[in-house]
C-alpha cells in the first residue's frame, strides 16, 4: 500500500478556479461522473460549481487541498421527503494523485461529518459498474454493496451497471 498524501478538506473559494479547471479539465476523471461534471471543464463550469458548493450552511461540498492545491472534491448530499435520512456521497481526485490514499482517507472523514451534522441513518454512494477503484475504496471504508442495476445507466456512449453502496450509521458504531 502506498504512503498517503497529507492533504486537507476546506471549503472551495474562487481562488481555486485555476486548479478546478486544470483538473477537473480530464476526460479519465469526467468517465466516471454524471454528466452535471463536464467535459471539457471550462471556467464557466468551475465558476458555476464554486457558486454551487459555497451556498449552504453548513458547507458540504469540500476541496480536497494538497500543499495548498485544490486537487479534487468530496461532499455529501442530504436528501429530502422520504429520503431524509439518506445522504449521497460524491467524489473525484485529480488523475496525478490516484493511488496515494488520499480519497479513501477524505471519505472516511466526510462520513464521520455526516453523522455529526445531520440527522441521518445512511449515507451511500453510486459508482459505475466499470468503476472498480471507487467500488474498492467504499469497500475499505465499511460500505456494503446493497443493489446492481444492470445496464441502467447511460454515459459516454454505452449503458453501464449502477451500484449503490451504503454504510449505516448503526454499524460504524458497533465496527
Known sequence: MNTQVAFTLRPWAIEDLTSLVKY??????????????????????GQSFIAFATA???????????EGEAVGGIGIHPQT???????ELGYWLAEPFWGQGIVRAAIKRVVDFAFKTY????????????NAASQKVLETNGFVLEAR???????????????IYAVRRQDLIRG
Open 119 to 130: 440527522d441521518i441513518d445512511r449515507v451511500f454512494a453510486r459508482p459505475f459498474g466499470t
Open 81 to 87: 421527503d422520504i429520503h431524509r435520512k439518506n445522504a
Open 56 to 66: 449552504d450552511s453548513p458547507i458540504h461540498l469540500f476541496a480536497i487541498d494538497v
Open 24 to 45: 477537473a479539465n480530464n476526460w479519465q476523471v469526467a468517465r466516471n461522473m454524471t454528466d452535471k461534471f463536464p467535459h471539457p471543464y471550462t471556467e464557466a463550469d
Open 149 to 163: 442495476f444492470d445496464r441502467t445507466l447511460y454515459k459516454n456512449g454505452e449503458y453501464v451497471d449502477e451500484l
